[in-house]
């Protein structure tokens, strides 16, 4: 973001002509209400709309791991309490729940994704869970990676959009914060 800024600079766009000082660039205003507009645009229809999409994907993975824990915490409530026949309720789809009765829960079938389904005895489901499990949080990890670069670009394109307005507004941001004696030293 701040490399499309300098090269302005550097193209001519934003012209570094000297008036009574030298280090007091003169900025074509045009140049710098447009700049600010598509900053504006690129803001609000890439960084804004990459934010929602990441935080989305984010929870939707952030479920499938509470899935995986709750399941294997079930599967840990069978194996303890030796249950070896269930009644249960099941969803059949559009939150329609039907009665169901397990007559052996030694073997479970276990999503493994892409939509098959795999019969595995505890011991292999937990394992699974486990190995799943670990893979899900690698994955959110880079989640909150990718979230986290795309909240500091909107931050730097923030940070530039404002700089572009005080200059629009004749300020000299470059200069703020600087000593006076390093102002007034020739170049």
Known sequence: LRCS???LLREGSLSMEDED???APEFEQSVIKSKIVEYEAFL???????????L???????????????????LDM???GNITELETMIDIGCQFFAKAFVPNTSRIFVDVGLGFRLEMTHSEATE??????????????????????????????????DLMTQIQAGGKPWLEGM?????????
Do not use: W
């Open 5 to 7: 800024f300098l090269r």
């Open 21 to 23: 000082d030298a280090t």
């Open 44 to 54: 609000e229809n890439v960084l804004k709309r990459e934010l929602k999409c990441s």
């Open 56 to 74: 989305d994907e984010y929870r939707k993975d952030a479920e499938v791991l509470d899935q995986c824990r709750q399941l294997r915490k079930n």
């Open 78 to 80: 069978l194996q303890k």
């Open 128 to 161: 699974f869970l486990t190995q799943r499990e670990g893979c899900i949080l690698a994955k959110l990890e880079l989640r909150k990676a990718k979230t986290a670069r795309i909240k500091a670009d909107i931050h730097e394109a923030l940070h530039l959009m």
């Open 179 to 187: 000593d006076e004696d390093v102002i007034a030293t020739p170049a």
